[in-house]
């Protein structure tokens, strides 16, 4: 047993050292729900760190999630200047109602659109939900995939770690 924890421990600090040494997001084309092109690699939060949450609009935990960190996003931007951007995997018809789910819903980031998911595959994103979180300098800290009821409270968790060094 106490093999196996090191193992775990181990392949634990590997991934983290690997994921921490990637570098910012890939040059690739999105689009803001209103149509306007912004390349990926532009989006920052002025040397604070922050979040980007691939979803999809047919995804349940993806919005569960991003209602969840809805509730709490004002409070986490005032205390830690954090930001995050929604990027939304929708393709076709699909794409068209990530507009008024945002409106409806009254989120507060930034939704954009990535609707060939050419953003997601460069960044190995396989399934949604996917969160990924940056520091300051655009360098990934963490990339990972799923949601659980409460887990949002592990992101902010490592925003405060970022803001606190």
């Known amino acids: 047993m106490k093999t196996l924890s090191r193992i ?4 634990a600090a590997i991934f983290m050292c690997t994921t921490a040494a990637q570098a910012a997001l890939p040059s690739t084309e999105l689009r803001t729900t209103d149509g306007k092109k912004i390349d990926a690699s532009t989006l920052s939060n002025d040397g604070k760190p922050f979040v980007v949450s691939f979803f999809a609009t047919w995804c349940k935990p993806c919005l569960r999630e991003l209602k969840a960190i809805a509730e709490v996003y004002p409070d986490w931007q005032d205390e830690t200047g954090m930001k ?3 990027i939304s995997i929708d393709d076709g018809q699909n794409a068209a109602k990530v507009r008024p789910l945002a409106d409806s819903e009254g989120w507060e980031y930034e939704v954009l659109l990535d609707s060939n998911s050419e953003l997601a595959r460069s960044m190995g994103v396989q399934m949604v939900p996917h969160v990924v979180i940056f520091d300051g300098k655009g360098n990934v800290v963490e990339s990972h995939a799923g949601y659980t009821d409460g887990s949002e409270e592990h992101i902010i968790e490592i925003i405060r770690s970022l803001t606190e060094e």
Request: aromatic share 14%; glycine share 0%; hydrophobic share 85%.
């Open 84 to 86: 995050l951007y929604a």
């Open 8 to 11: 775990l421990i181990l392949a």
